[in-house]
């Protein structure tokens, strides 16, 4: 399986560049209106109460800042606390200055933690099951079970369209996300 992925994440990385380089900003500007849209219908009135925790893009990761920045309540990124363990999360602000994290991510420089009830999650890769395709060093998989295990959290793949492929492969450990926005539109999963 091993194998299987690292082959299927250099073909990934190889088309979300393309896609970031063709589409960038424009599509992130349509995925995020499309997100947006979809918490507002989904949450109604309660939007304002929820936490979101978005990312800081890295690479030709889709960016997104545009529905981080609208969000009408509390939002936050992930900080990497240590190797082989769950994602914690600070509080961000378009105006929180930022600092260089493990891996290079910027995190906010003071810790404000909070636990997200709606999670961005970023991806190389996934299926129209709900599968998603990450770097490999399964941060996301970990929280998303210690955040599912504790209650309900959304989780929400955001990326562009051409990051999407017939199969994702998977391995037990790995989590599912409930919904993926790209430009072209949302699909609602059934897990």
Known sequence: MTDNKSASRALATARRAEAHAQKGEAAARAACDALGAYLRARFADSLATRILAGYMPMRSEIDPRAAMCAHPGPVCVPVIPALHSPLVFHRWTPD???????????????????????????????????????????????????????????????????????????EPTDEKLDVIVTEAGVLVLKR
């Open 96 to 170: 929180s200055p930022m600092v260089p994290g493990r891996f290079g991510a910027l995190v906010p420089e003071q810790a404000d933690p909070l636990v997200p009830h709606i999670l961005i999650v970023p991806l190389l890769a996934f299926d129209a099951r709900g599968h998603r395709l990450g770097y490999g060093g399964g941060f996301y998989d970990r929280t998303l079970a210690q955040l599912r295990a504790a209650g309900h959290v959304l989780a929400i793949g955001l990326a562009y369209s051409a990051q999407e492929q017939p199969k994702v492969p998977t």
